[in-house]
């Protein structure tokens, strides 16, 4: 017995040391370097260990070599990595801080997305950089990862995805089930050749949240709005990234249930968040829809803000946008400031989920 222990000391010693060496021979990228692309809302109050918490949010590079290693700490939310355009795998973080990307690739550069599947409400991560292949290094991006424009998309789960992988539309909220890549924003950002960043919680309304007993709830989305991270209080600075269009898409889950929030108190809540989207973007195009499934008033009241906004502010980039199974796709493409080369088969998008 004593001799098994000792051998499984001296092989537990040998695979420790084979991993530290193989660490140590490995490039080490750290989260600042300027060859990383960050999409979405990120802190980057500490440069070396990057924070970041809302769904979809987006790490983008180029790297030379065979492998390539996360260095992240996060262990509640899940992440897709695309190699070369095609998914290679689904990253469910544990208590480890270092997880494998790829490995046994061609000896060439490869192009890296991680996009982050689950939303805030899973907990922050921190991203600390890539490990690669010794002497191995990222390569500055060009325009073959650049996108022609950017979309910001606020609102609830039709953006974090909630579900959009479960068996039914009864599933529960869960990580697994989960994946903001495939819910209608993100996919319309891709027809439109877009980036994208979304502030969006799951059940979220505008002064209602799903759920609640009460007329208006504490911390609906409008709360979280300026927030860099949905989990620190941190404001987000808006000029680093001002989109082309930005899509807003809240007021179901306020009618979802007695009591309803009152007329005036709804209208003026809507009223206030488009006003603070326009003073972070002035020059975007601000798209409000609403997607009534069964009657409820707020498509009458998201209508009647634009309307006023169009009037009185004389903003005629703010545009109602009310859908059954039709699409926001054409709506956006309708407007002349934000051109694209997409053909009319390929501009539709069905938004039934």
């Known amino acids: ?158 953006f974090t995805g909630f579900g959009s992988e479960g068996d039914s539309p009864d599933c529960v909220f869960s990580r697994e089930t989960e994946s903001s890549y495939i819910s209608f924003g993100p996919q319309l950002a891709r027809m439109l050749n877009a980036d994208y960043s979304i502030i969006a919680i799951s059940g979220s309304g505008v002064v209602k949240n799903y759920g609640d007993s009460t007329r208006t ?41 007695k009591p309803h929030p009152k007329r005036e108190m709804f209208k003026s809540a809507y009223l206030k968040l488009l006003n603070d989207i326009r003073k972070h973007y002035p020059k975007a195009h601000i798209f409000a829809l609403c997607s009534p499934l069964r009657y409820d008033p707020h498509c009458d009241y998201i209508s009647s803000v634009v309307n006023e906004l169009n009037g009185k502010n004389k903003d005629k980039n703010i545009h109602f946008v009310k859908w059954m199974s039709s699409s926001i796709c054409k709506e956006i493409l309708a407007v002349r400031n934000i051109p694209t080369d997409l053909d009319t088969k390929k501009s539709q998008i069905s938004l039934n989920q």
Not at 38 to 57: E, L
Not at 108 to 134: P, Q, Y
């Open 1 to 158: 017995m004593n001799r098994f222990f000792y051998y499984l000391t001296i092989s537990t010693g040998l695979l420790m040391l084979n991993s530290c060496e193989l660490f140590q021979s490995s490039s080490h990228i750290d989260s600042d370097d300027p060859k990383i692309e960050y999409i979405g809302r990120f802190d980057f109050s500490n440069p070396k260990c990057v924070r970041f918490d809302w769904p979809g949010t987006q790490i983008r590079t180029l790297f030379e070599g065979t492998s390539c290693s996360m260095k992240l700490k996060d262990g509640n939310n899940d992440y897709d990595i695309f190699i070369d355009g095609k998914l290679h795998k689904i990253i469910r973080t544990t208590s480890d801080t270092i997880y494998v990307l790829a490995n046994g690739l061609s000896n060439k550069v490869h192009t890296l997305l991680i996009t982050k599947r689950t939303e805030a409400l899973f907990g922050i991560a921190t991203f600390e950089g890539f490990l690669l292949d010794g002497g191995k290094g990222l390569i500055k991006s060009t325009d073959m990862l650049r996108k022609k424009r950017k979309i910001e998309f606020v609102g609830d789960s039709y």
């Open 217 to 257: 709830s504490e911390f609906p989305l409008p709360h979280y709005y300026n927030r860099t991270c949905f989990n620190d209080t941190l404001l987000w600075d808006f000029s680093r990234w001002q989109p082309d269009a930005v899509v807003v898409r809240l007021g179901r889950n306020d009618y979802w249930q």
